[in-house]
């Protein structure tokens, strides 16, 4: 039987399984910060195809003096976002992370217009209405260009602590924004920066920068780092039980928290292998790859 150990001697996890028996196999409290970014429930497939250019005479793109390129199609990485019952889905994995939350910890949870205000009254219902602390706004720069209604520009991050009385929150560890008039601010206050508000202008990752891994639907560090270095502290364990591409977990690494990552898609843990790589001795991650096939220990 496969059980799961979080000393100070263990490592960080990635799992691949389906998350909800994993989650109900942790012990309650755990997590500091859980961070989910489900499928949106948009109906169709994501993929995402990564492509490369390189040096070629008879290429058919033409560069810098004359030089011709050829683009290669490298993989395809893609998920199935389409569920007949999409809150049955979600609702018993929320209830977890209610249960495996500390009592000073924090639920982000990212979605889009299509099932946000459901995930509203949902978690109201779970966390109580009292421990709705924000709905987060991250505003971005690409995407939809449509000429019939208004461009969709956003996405909606609902935030919810365990305890309303004794929630962990540190503003003064975050990145600062600088103020729109700094003449009518003290130089000391203009120089250091003012707290976000909760409508964060971002970039979503660039195709060509260096956080760009090729997965779909893959989210910005920036946003993340702003949620763990308010909401937890060095040494606490995060969790993102729909793992992705391995963003949290990455961020984790760089501001020293340890976390869990747990996704069923084999594609994903293979990009979290590379991003994540084995780690040193400190930071190492243990991949634990087909866990439906073995039996869990559960918490009792």
């Known amino acids: 039987m496969l059980t799961f150990d979080f000393d100070d001697q263990s490592p960080n996890y990635v799992i691949q399984s389906d998350n909800l028996p994993v ?22 497939t994501q993929s995402r195809q990564t492509l490369k250019t390189r040096k070629s005479s008879d290429g058919s793109r033409l560069g810098f003096k004359g030089q011709r390129y050829e683009t290669i199609r490298e993989k395809l990485t893609s998920y199935d976002d389409s569920f007949e019952d999409y809150w049955a889905f979600l609702e018993p994995r929320l209830e977890q992370a209610w249960r495996l939350l500390a009592p000073t910890g924090t639920l982000y949870l990212h979605l889009d217009y299509r099932e946000v205000h459901y995930a509203k009254v949902l978690l109201d219902a779970l966390f109580g209405r009292e421990s709705f602390l924000n709905e987060i706004i991250w505003a971005y720069d690409y995407g939809a260009r449509s000429k019939s209604k208004w461009p969709t520009k956003h996405d909606n991050i609902l935030v919810y602590v365990k305890s309303p009385d004794d929630y962990y929150f540190d503003a003064e560890t975050v990145d600062r924004e600088p103020y729109m008039a700094p003449g009518l601010v003290t130089p000391e206050k203009a120089e250091k920066g003012k707290l976000p508000t909760d409508v964060w202008w971002h970039t979503i990752v660039s195709p060509t920068g260096k956080e760009k891994t090729g997965y779909p639907t893959q989210k910005p560090e920036g946003i993340v780092r702003r949620m763990l270095s308010a909401s937890s502290r060095p040494g606490d364990w995060v969790l993102d039980f729909f793992g992705g591409s391995g963003t949290l977990g990455s961020v984790a ?5 340890r976390f869990v990552l747990i996704d069923s898609n084999p594609e994903a843990i293979a990009v979290m292998r590379t991003r994540l790589g084995e780690g040193d001795l400190h930071s190492a991650v243990a991949y634990i790859e087909n866990l439906d096939k073995e039996p869990l220990g559960v918490d009792g």
């Open 253 to 257: 690494r760089q501001l020293s928290r």
């Open 23 to 44: 989650l109900q196999s942790f012990p309650s409290g755990l997590f500091q910060v859980i961070y989910i970014d489900p499928p949106f429930n948009t109906g169709r």
